[in-house]
T-cell receptor, first 112, second 112 residues
Framework: KAGVTQTPRYLIKTRGQQVTLSCSPI?????VSWYQQTPGQGLQFLFE???????NKGNFPGRFSGRQFSNSRSEMNVSTLELGDSALYLC???????????FGSGTRLTVV | QQQVKQSPQSLIVQKGGISIINCAYE??????FPWYQQFPGKGPALLIA?????SEKKEGRFTISFNKSAKQFSLHIMDSQPGDSATYFC???????????FGAGTRLAVHP
C-alpha cells in the first residue's frame, strides 16, 4: 500500500515569505501529525489532527498553522518565514492516534 | 515532565556485536514507548514498541527492555549489522496528549 506522501520534497524560500506543505496520509488513516526536525532541537511536535479537528498543538509561534481536510489530507503553513524555520518537516499518520505512526520522508525547507 | 532523555549520543559497534541505547522518562502518565529508526533522507520508521504492562519485547534481533520503577527503557540490537547504521530515536506517549515526545537520537555506526 502507498505510504505517507509529502510534497514538495525540497523547498527554498526567502525570509518573510510564506510556505504551504502538503501531506497525504495512508488511505484510511484519520490521525495526522506534523513534526519539525532540526540538528539542534531534534524532533519537535507541531500539531495533531484527527477527523479535521486539531487535538493538540506544540509550542510553536502562531506563524505555524495547519489544517486537515475531509479526505484526511493535511497541510501546514508557515508565514513570515525566518532563517530558523529551516528544517525537515515530517508528517505522520495512523488510524487513531500517535501509537503506530508511519512517517513520510519529509519536506526539506531552506529559508535564505 | 515531558522530557525523554536518550543516551548515548553516538555509538560505534563492531559487526556482530550488541548495540544498546537507553532512554529515561519523567512523566508516569506515559503509556507507550516506541523506537524509531531513521536513515539519511528518510523519515523515521517504527522499529518496535512496548507498553508498560510488560518488561520486555523481542522482535527478531531487536529487543526493548522496560523498567517501570526506574522509568527507563532500552533498545538492544543483537548481532548488529552494517545495515543497522542509522539514527535511532526513542519516544514516549501519553494517550491523553496525542503527541509523541522524542529523545534526542543516537547515531549508530556498525563497522564491518
Amino acid at each position: 500500500k502507498a505510504g505517507v506522501t509529502q510534497t514538495p520534497r525540497y523547498l527554498i524560500k526567502t525570509r518573510g515569505q510564506q510556505v504551504t506543505l502538503s501531506c497525504s496520509p495512508i488511505s484510511g488513516h484519520r490521525s495526522v501529525s506534523w513534526y519539525q526536525q532540526t540538528p539542534g532541537q531534534g524532533l519537535q511536535f507541531l500539531f495533531e489532527y484527527f477527523s479535521e479537528t486539531q487535538r493538540n498543538k506544540g509550542n510553536f509561534p502562531g506563524r505555524f498553522s495547519g489544517r486537515q481536510f475531509s479526505n484526511s489530507r493535511s497541510e501546514m503553513n508557515v508565514s513570515t518565514l525566518e532563517l530558523g524555520d529551516s528544517a525537515l518537516y515530517l508528517c505522520a499518520s495512523s488510524l487513531t492516534g500517535p501509537d503506530g505512526y508511519t512517517f513520510g520522508s519529509g519536506t526539506r525547507l531552506t529559508v535564505v | 515532565q515531558q522530557q525523554v532523555k536518550q543516551s548515548p549520543q553516538s555509538l560505534i559497534v563492531q559487526k556482530g556485536g550488541i548495540s544498546i541505547i537507553n532512554c529515561a522518562y519523567e512523566n508516569t502518565a506515559f503509556d507507550y514507548f516506541p523506537w524509531y529508526q531513521q536513515f539519511p533522507g528518510k523519515g523515521p520508521a517504527l522499529l518496535i514498541a512496548i507498553r508498560p504492562d510488560v518488561s520486555e519485547k523481542k522482535e527478531g534481533r531487536f529487543t526493548i527492555s522496560f523498567n517501570k520503577s526506574a522509568k527507563q527503557f532500552s533498545l538492544h540490537i543483537m548481532d548488529s549489522q552494517p545495515g543497522d547504521s542509522a539514527t535511532y530515536f526513542c519516544a514516549s506517549l501519553s494517550g491523553g496528549y496525542n503527541k509523541l515526545i522524542f529523545g534526542a537520537g543516537t547515531r549508530l555506526a556498525v563497522h564491518p
